[in-house]
């Protein structure tokens, strides 16, 4: 019954997708359970770049059925085109299996995402505009259109009509925007009804049965720990909870089942969008990070925020997913550094915090209390093993381990497939 959840232990942008993608070869299934399109995972194999969306980056892998569970948010357009492009590439994706319970993002939805970040003005969240929030909504005030709704033209007509009863209102009436026709809407989506069709399954039933007979299953969190609607720096988050009990609800599989799950930890931080962040950098720190480390979002293409590691987030992390194991990635991108400060508790209103606090206000005013760590110069991609790292090296990630609350069992050099260096195995 080997399940393991894989997930952003920070703010996103962690290295999941090549995380994912190194574990692609060895598992059976790898499962989307919440988010869509505003994720951005990239996956190096050999000389070729991919950047995924919405498609779990299982994909890439052969062997490998990917799957979108019910917790994810599907803009159809986005996923025809993502698999035309793969496609393009010579990618096999005829095992791509849809839950029918997932709900669509509409063209409405993307229009109100927009308008909404543009009525919030400074106080805005900075989106990806993809319409994730408005779609999460709607599916919570239960006027949502899931994709089994494509295949029966008078019930989508009937939902999507009452959906829009009200967003019409608001579109003209406040945002002095033009009204959207139901029929205008329908005919759209069902413009992509037959395309998707082959894919929507009954994932929930596959995916017990997948573990009952000891398939290996790999959820794939899009975003990170802190940007969850429950446990993160809300309201600056996303809409759905990427920590490890959404793949319980997102993709109808049990506790129970979870065996193992898997914090992405970046061996510095880094944020895309407005919301605190005690660590972040100004000065010309922060910019090598974003320039050594290639910080510039998949999706957007903004560029991220940069700062130290924080030991106060990661031990957060690991309380609120249950984490059993880290995997620490672009270490690499720390070489040169003499030395590298790493934040081990908060100092708020005047007193040392070690935990998270649970109040914004708090948060907000949080300063960083920094450890110095000592840093290493030698190249360090072509390592293997533990041992091939330079001393100072060694010693940093003992002590992210020690400060983090769980093993690292993994660490990236690189962002290939191969650069890798694995301390004890996932599977
Ligand atoms: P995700 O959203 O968590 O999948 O992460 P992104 O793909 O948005 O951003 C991570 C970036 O770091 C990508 O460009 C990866 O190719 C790259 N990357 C992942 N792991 C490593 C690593 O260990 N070292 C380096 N240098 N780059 C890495
Ligand atoms: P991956 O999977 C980093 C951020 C946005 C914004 C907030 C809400 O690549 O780690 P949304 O469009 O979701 O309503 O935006 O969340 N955000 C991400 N930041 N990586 C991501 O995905 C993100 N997905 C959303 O920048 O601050
Ligand atoms: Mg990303």
């Known amino acids: 019954m080997p399940a393991l959840v894989l997930l952003g232990a920070q703010w996103g942008d962690e290295g999941k997708g090549k995380a ?12 989307r359970y919440q988010g869509g399109n505003n994720a951005g995972h990239t996956v190096v194999v050999g000389d070729q770049k991919y950047a995924l969306h919405l498609l779990p980056s299982g994909i890439l892998s052969p062997g490998c059925t990917p799957v979108i569970g019910n917790g994810v948010v599907v803009d159809p357009s986005v996923l025809l085109s993502e698999l035309s492009g793969l496609n393009e590439r010579g990618v096999d994706t005829s095992k791509l299996l849809i839950s029918g319970n997932a709900h669509i993002i509409t063209p409405y939805n993307v229009t109100v995402d927009k308008v909404t970040e543009r009525f919030l003005g400074k106080r805005k969240i900075g989106t990806t505009g993809r319409g994730i929030g408005p779609t999460y909504a709607d599916k919570i005030n239960r006027v949502g259109i899931r994709v089994q709704d494509l295949y029966d033209e008078s019930i989508l007509h009937q939902k999507v009509e009452a959906a829009l009863d009200v967003k019409n209102q608001v579109l003209t009436k406040l945002y002095n925007r033009r009204a959207i026709t139901a029929d205008q ?6 413009g992509y009804a037959e395309q998707i069709k082959p894919y929507v399954a009954d994932t929930v039933l596959i995916l017990n049965q997948a573990l009952e007979d000891d398939k290996v299953v790999l959820f794939e969190g899009g975003q990170g720990t802190l940007l969850d609607i429950d446990h993160g720096t809300y309201p600056f988050v996303t809409s759905s ?14 506790p129970t089942k979870i065996s193992r799950v898997i914090g992405i930890l970046k061996a510095y931080t880094t944020r895309v969008g407005a919301g605190p962040f005690p660590t972040e950098l ?30 106060v987030i990661a031990r957060y992390a690991t309380r609120v997913n249950g984490l059993t194991d880290f995997f620490l990635t672009k270490l690499d991108v720390l070489t040169g550094w003499e030395q590298i400060p790493v934040c081990v508790a908060y100092e708020i209103d005047g007193k040392r915090v070690e935990e998270l606090p649970y109040s914004q206000t708090d948060f907000h005013h949080a300063k960083p209390v920094y450890e ?26 003992k002590a992210l381990e020690e400060m983090s609350g769980a093993p690292i069992s993994a660490i990236g050099v690189g962002p290939g497939r191969d650069e890798t260096i694995e301390i004890n195995s996932f599977l």
């Open 282 to 311: 100004f000065d010309e720190d922060g910019e090598a990070l974003r320039r050594i480390g290639g910080e510039r979002g998949v999706t957007t293409g903004r560029d991220r925020r940069c700062g130290w590691f924080d030991a």
């Open 20 to 31: 994912t993608d190194l574990l692609g070869g060895s598992v059976d299934y790898v499962v």
């Open 241 to 254: 909870n990427p920590t490890a009990g959404g793949a319980c609800t997102g993709a109808g599989v049990g």
């Open 185 to 190: 809407v329908v005919e759209e989506l069902l």
């Open 372 to 397: 110095t760590l000592p840093g290493w110069s030698e190249d360090i991609s072509k390592a293997k093993s533990f041992s091939d790292l330079p001393k100072n090296a060694q010693n940093y990630v």
